[in-house]
Antibody, heavy 117, light 110 residues
């Protein structure tokens, strides 16, 4: 079964850091581009970041550029999001999503990040 | 403020046909394909339509998509109670080098 499972969310103070992970299974992870998408409470979807299958191409939303870093380990079938200098507005459910021949065709269940003092 | 513009809400009665619009610009919808996602309450989004009008396997043919210029639309025919969900359009934006989403449309089945 094709599956993505996020982890690493939690409560963090403003200015703090958190590292999210996404474990992939059921498909050849190294062949797929990957993304992080977030959803603030009661709000819509917001794309956060993209990484190519090899990791050589990376894009970020302006709202996180310079603070978040996306990476992947194809040997471990894992995607990561390092989040630094966190702000209250980063509070959201963070989803990892696969991009293959079809865009964002597989999503994880999400992990919740709460930034609050 | 989302880059793509959708109506915040839509509604219909069982069996009706409803459409949801998505408006963008030349750098996103005008030059790239449009995708639609369905998010049922409390769940992760699900790909509903890709490449403007293609349905992944398992998506009923009651759902259809179209695109013209810098606008797109999602149509749902034979509306069912289980279609009550949030619907999002999305496209790649060449100017932003980013995926852009619409603000989402909450569909209510009356």
């Amino acid at each position: 079964e094709v599956q993505l499972v996020e982890s690493g969310g939690g409560l963090v103070q403003p200015g703090g850091s958190l590292r999210l992970s996404c474990a992939a299974s059921g498909f050849t992870f190294s062949s797929y581009e990957m993304n992080w998408v977030r959803q603030a409470p009661g709000k819509g979807l917001e794309w956060v970041s993209y990484i190519s299958s090899s990791g050589s191409t990376i894009y970020y939303a302006d709202s996180v550029k310079g603070r978040f870093t996306i990476s992947r380990d194809n040997a471990k079938n894992s995607l990561y999001l390092q989040m630094n200098s966190l702000r209250a507005e980063d509070t959201a459910v963070y989803y990892c999503a696969r991009w293959g021949t079809r865009p964002l065709d597989v999503w994880g269940k999400g992990t919740t990040v709460t930034v609050s003092s | 403020q989302s880059v793509l513009t959708q109506p915040p809400s839509a509604s219909g009665t069982p069996g009706q046909r409803v459409t949801i619009s998505c408006s963008g610009s030349s750098s996103n919808i005008g030059s790239n394909t449009v995708n639609w996602y369905q998010q049922l309450p409390g769940t992760a989004p699900k790909l509903l339509i890709y490449s403007n009008n293609q349905r992944p396997s398992g998506v009923p043919d009651r759902f259809s998509g179209s695109k013209s210029g810098t606008s797109a639309s999602l149509a749902i025919s034979g509306l069912q109670s289980e279609d009550e969900a949030d619907y999002y359009c999305a496209a790649w934006d060449d100017s932003l080098n980013a995926v852009v989403f619409g603000g989402g449309t909450k569909l209510t089945v009356l």
